[in-house]
Nanobody, 125 residues
């Protein structure tokens, strides 16, 4: 079955960097838009970044522009989220997601059918 598995989360100090990875399997990876969402307790899941099947264009939430970079490697069926200049408010569970839309990066979590289990990112002040 379709599966996404995140890795690379953990604890980092404010201003530090972290790279999340997402491994896909069981579906046609290169025919899906990939995105990262995040969620904190009591809040809705929010869009962070997305990338089309060709690795361009990309879309970012305003609160991560200039700090985060999303990329993908279709040959390895992997997606990545490189995070720099991390802030305490970036602390959340981060999820990798996929949708069958090829070239439109949707920021609504309800339109993504495939999800990873999530991984914790904690930024200490």
């Amino acid at each position: 079955q379709a599966r996404l598995v995140e890795s690379g989360g953990g604890l980092v100090q404010t201003g530090g960097s972290l790279r999340l990875s997402c491994a896909g399997s069981g579906f046609t990876f290169n025919r899906h838009v990939l995105a990262w969402f995040r969620q904190t307790p009591g809040k809705a899941r929010e869009f962070v970044a997305g990338v089309t099947w060709t690795d361009a264009p990309k879309r970012y939430a305003d609160f991560v522009k200039g700090r985060f970079n999303i990329s993908r490697d279709n040959a390895k069926q992997m997606a990545f989220l490189q995070m720099h200049m991390l802030k305490a408010e970036d602390t959340a569970v981060y999820y990798c997601a996929a949708t069958t839309m090829l070239d439109y990066i949707d920021d609504y979590y309800g339109n993504y059918a495939i999800w990873g289990q999530g991984i914790q990112v904690t930024v200490s002040a």
